[in-house]
């Protein structure tokens, strides 16, 4: 079956994600962990100036969680400590940061635009393969107008948008078809997965539709 990118208007509401608390200190913005029992802080990674947009998600696991964080163009991976119940200091997964790009490619190699939200998927090949990790992370790269996925390996891959090249050179618009080929998004932003029927629904928000992408095994 060939993949396509369908639109229709699925429903209201918004498409979930998570957002870390955040202090400013000092004209910087910081990510901490605060232990209500014991009352401590501590900072997990310091962001920059400004007022970032960012979110977290937890991986299935629980072992660790991702953060997508679109000025400064980066997702962060930050561990779980178990033991003590608090997240560890957070490292960069893929992009560079504040380089703003289209570029697959594996960790500070590759470049993104403005990752947004995102979803772990199972990846059926790495169970077969007796992976530690089976879960890619598949998230809506809204100023490139795609949607893209990113390996436990730091590996980054265009999934779907930016094809109907024979149109014109823009990489947005509104276009169904082939994931690569053909489909087209004007900033994609939102995203869920139905892992029963194996759907995705994305939040395409300047083309004001909820669209859909049956995902082949």
């Not at 993104?112 to 199972?122: C, H, R, S």
């Not at 007796?130 to 107008?145: A, L």
């Not at 109907?164 to 276009?175: A, L, T």
Request: proline residues 4%; hydrophobic residues 35%; contains cysteine.
């Amino acid at each position: 079956m060939k993949k396509a990118v369908k639109a229709g208007i699925i429903g209201a509401g918004a498409l979930g994600y998570s957002i870390i608390p955040t202090y400013l200190m000092k004209y910087h913005w910081i990510i901490r962990d605060k232990k209500r029992a014991k009352k401590e802080e501590k900072v997990l990674y310091a962001l920059g100036d400004g007022e970032p947009m960012f979110f977290i998600f937890m991986h299935p696991s629980g072992n660790y969680a991702y953060i997508s964080f679109s000025q400064w163009k980066t997702i962060l991976k930050i561990p779980y400590d178990w033991k003590n119940k608090t997240l560890l200091t957070a490292s960069i997964l893929c992009g560079q940061q504040k380089q703003e790009g289209w570029l697959d490619g594996q960790g500070t190699n590759a470049k993104l635009g403005n990752p947004a939200q995102g979803v772990f998927i199972k990846n059926e090949q790495y169970i077969k393969e007796g992976k530690d990790d089976i879960y890619d992370f598949y998230f809506t790269d809204s100023s490139i107008h795609c949607i893209r996925y990113v390996t436990p390996e730091g590996f980054v891959h265009t999934y779907a948008g930016r094809g109907s090249q024979g149109v014109n050179n823009n990489p947005n618009g509104y276009v169904d078809g082939d994931l690569r080929q053909e489909a087209r998004f004007n900033y994609p932003f939102g995203i869920h997965y139905d892992e029963v029927n194996k759907i995705f629904y994305i939040g395409d928000i300047e083309n004001y539709r909820i669209r859909n992408i049956a995902k082949d095994e």
